[in-house]
């Protein structure tokens, strides 16, 4: 594919068919790996949760001995059904 390198405001940015990001795995709003080799630019997807915590990091640092426990959250106080 060829495309070339266009102005939007005060920036530059490529644009790219459809079949790129679907191939790469990537979407609007998603974070990419910028790097330069040898005169290449280079774009790859950063693996990355949504949000500041990383659920597997997380559950890896629960207690192997942890039991779920129901938590009393009060009286309902609009429409909600529990």
Known sequence: ????????????????SRSVPTEARVGVGDHVRVSFQE????VEPVSRTHGSH??????????????????????S????TW
Request: proline letters at 2%; charged letters at 30%; a positive charge.
């Open 54 to 75: 990383d659920l597997r990091a997380l559950v890896a640092r629960m207690p192997k001995d942890y039991q779920v426990q129901e938590t009393d959250w009060g009286h």
């Open 39 to 42: 005169g290449r630019v280079i």
């Open 77 to 80: 106080v609009g429409r909600e």
């Open 1 to 16: 594919m060829i495309t070339r390198i266009r102005k939007w405001g005060n920036s530059q940015g490529l644009q790219s």
